[in-house]
């Protein structure tokens, strides 16, 4: 079955990166886009962005260009996505999710983790 | 970009009732829409999409309808296991927005 597992909870200071994991099983890692959507405690979803693992191409929402980096290592089927100069409004759920193509939904996520941006 | 606007952003029904739910989309967008349930400290769960598809497994009870920029989610006899947000998403283009959400409530 399909599956996104993503990395465990952080805490991180002001200022600092973060980068969170999101290893995919159960379908062919090169054939889907990776998204990633963050949530406040108590807020909407806000999406943040698009990989191809099979180009590597990648696409930003404006809010988060130049702060935000997806990669990803096809060999282990995994992605990532570093977010950096981190803040307190960075506190929330990241989710990884993946999407066929343009003009797909997203159709499965990851189990989210939480990032906790504090002094 | 394009704006998803949910109305109303919560509301209240009895078990049994008809609920609907509206999203508006800035532009129109055919019918590249879909309808996510997020339950209270759960993932959002696909429930319908191409604005008006039911994902597998999803009871028959939700459906959608739209096309363009005005789109609604019907569940046709809320059940106490639908309390929960939900949300609609765009995703005609690489640029994926979701709506703002609506909570509905059990009264």
């Known amino acids: 079955q399909v599956q996104l597992v993503q990395s465990g909870a952080e805490v991180k200071k002001p200022g600092a990166s973060v980068k969170v994991s999101c290893k995919a099983s159960g379908y062919t890692f090169t054939s889907y886009d990776i998204n990633w959507v963050r949530q406040a405690t108590g807020q909407g979803l806000e999406w943040m962005g698009w990989?191809?693992?099979?180009?590597?191409?990648?696409g930003y929402a404006q809010k988060f260009q130049g702060r935000v980096t997806m990669t990803r290592n096809t060999s282990i089927s995994t992605a990532y996505m570093e977010l950096s100069s981190l803040r307190s409004e960075d506190t929330a759920v990241y989710y990884c999710a993946r999407r066929y193509s343009y003009g797909d939904p997203v159709d499965y996520w990851g189990q989210g983790t939480l990032v906790t941006v504090s002094s | 970009d394009i704006q998803m606007t949910q109305s109303p952003s919560s509301l209240s029904a009895s078990v049994g009732d008809r609920v609907t739910i509206t999203c508006r989309a800035s532009?129109?967008?055919?019918?590249?829409l879909a309808w996510y349930q997020q339950k209270p400290g759960k993932v959002p769960k696909l429930l319908i999409y191409?604005?008006?598809t039911l994902q597998s497994g999803v009871p028959s009870r939700f459906s959608g309808s739209g096309s363009g920029t005005d789109f609604t989610l019907t569940i046709s006899s809320l059940q106490p296991e639908d309390v929960a947000t939900y949300y609609c998403?765009?995703?005609?283009?690489?640029?994926?927005?979701f709506g703002q959400g609506t909570r509905l409530e059990i009264k």
């Open positions: 532009q129109g967008i055919s019918n590249y």
């Open positions: 191409a604005a008006s």
């Open positions: 990989m191809n693992p099979n180009s590597g191409n990648t």
């Open positions: 998403q765009k995703y005609n283009s690489a640029l994926i927005t």
